[in-house]
């Protein structure tokens, strides 16, 4: 493989993406498509709601025969029908009628207000029910207009959105039975390192446990995608480079763990060697400097750096954009806040900063803080970390108190 490739983080970002082309939608139950990205946009077949309803129990009546009504002289109507959700009126209302009707219940033609039971005196029954009202009513009092939430051939939802429970509410209320979505990508995950030991293994000297894989192999799955494979690799070429090509049949994606730097012992930048469309990158950013990428065949191969704070920056700012890409996503990154400096946060001209923060409210505002030593193989201040304080390429230092943008990981 040839020399590194020297990038901007904007250059890296938008490499990364151009390469990436979103799968093939396919067609969903509707009940499964929560979380996915909606690949054709959703038009309402009806409004909503579809007819004139009830948003009280009480009774239907024509706001014209209560014109008078007060507590000196009460108007008495008749009662003609008792009218359920469900069940559409078998008869208009004429002037001295009402129904008794319940919530979400059709209202019945002619009637143009709802009076409440408790605003109501009720007498009789068997067909000689009787209703005391001593107020007016006002046409649309208590009434769902037909098309009042969603207009018949509107666009509810927009291709490129991430279905929430919501949005599946809105498209069953619509009879949508299914939708065209995105599929779960399959992203294999090769972590790399003779060091590395299984999270139940006693400590030797020289060794850690690998916190690599199971933090990105869940990070993979939380944006959408499925864990095809998660298997750690010796810090040999050979099977490296076996490993990854099986992968890459079985997958859309592989994602390999450390081994792309300048030493002696990277076996991943010698395992990439063989495929076309990779190349070795140096990125201005910190932190995450060196990387692998490459579309080998159209499958995604990016070769993240070792340290843990290194592979999270990289996956949240480059990997998981492209991930969602791959999904047809509309909204590719975390979402954003503008927080202000809590102290002076150093960075250099010529090099993008992602600093891992902690955030806190003040008077309305986010103020963001350090989650300790930028220091790229410490993992507590990527789990105390609310979000990635962005100090841009031109900045020397953002000062205490500077307004900057923060991708947000979570909220305080």
Not at 213 to 225: D, E, I, K, N
Not at 275 to 301: C, D, H, I, T, Y
């Amino acid at each position: 493989m040839s020399a590194p490739l020297s990038l901007s983080f904007g250059e890296a970002r938008d490499r990364v993406l151009a390469a990436v082309k979103p799968l093939a939608a396919e067609r969903v139950p509707l009940v499964e498509a929560a979380g996915r990205a909606l690949r054709a946009a959703i038009v309402a077949p009806h409004a909503l709601p579809p007819f004139r309803n009830t948003a009280m129990d009480g009774f239907a009546v024509r706001s014209a025969d209560l014109a008078r009504a007060s507590d000196a002289s009460p108007v008495t109507l008749r009662v003609v029908e008792v009218l359920a959700a469900g069940h559409a009126p078998s008869r208009p209302i004429a002037s001295g009628q009402a129904a008794r009707i319940m919530t979400g219940a059709m209202l019945p033609e002619g009637a143009d207000a709802i009076v409440p039971f408790e605003e109501a005196e009720q007498a009789g029954r068997n067909g000689e029910e009787r209703c005391l009202i001593r107020r007016p009513a006002v046409p649309g009092d208590h009434v769902r207009e037909a098309g009042a939430d969603v207009a018949r051939d509107e666009t509810v939802l927009e291709a490129g959105r991430e279905l929430s429970p919501h949005d599946v509410a809105l498209a069953a209320a619509l009879g949508v039975a299914h939708v065209a979505a995105s599929p779960r990508p399959r992203v294999a995950v090769l972590s790399t390192g003779d060091e590395l030991l299984d999270v139940d293994q006693p400590l030797e000297p020289g060794t850690i446990r690998d916190s690599n894989l199971p933090m990105l192999s869940l990070l993979v799955q939380a944006c959408g995608c499925s864990v095809s494979l998660a298997e750690r690799l010796p810090d040999d070429a050979g099977v490296v480079a076996r490993r990854v090509r099986e992968a890459l049949d079985r997958s859309d994606a592989v994602l390999t763990i450390g081994g792309v730097s300048a030493g002696d012992f990277d076996p991943v930048k010698e395992a990439l060697e063989g495929l076309s469309n990779v190349e070795r990158w140096r990125v201005a950013m910190r932190p995450g400097r060196p990387q692998v990428f490459g579309a080998p065949g159209g499958k995604l191969v990016y070769g993240l750096p070792g340290n843990p704070a290194s592979v999270a920056c990289v996956f949240e700012t480059l990997v998981r954009p492209a991930l969602r890409a791959l999904q047809g996503f509309s909204e590719l990154d975390r979402p954003r806040a503008l927080v202000r400096a809590a102290r002076a946060i150093e960075s250099r001209a010529g090099r993008t900063d992602f600093v891992r923060c902690e955030l806190e409210w003040r008077d309305c505002e986010l103020w963001a803080t350090p989650a300790g030593a930028q220091i790229s193989g410490h993992l507590a201040p990527q789990s105390r970390a609310h979000g990635l304080v962005v100090v841009p390429e031109a900045d020397e230092r953002l000062e205490a108190g500077e307004s900057a943008v923060a991708l947000v990981l979570r909220l305080p």
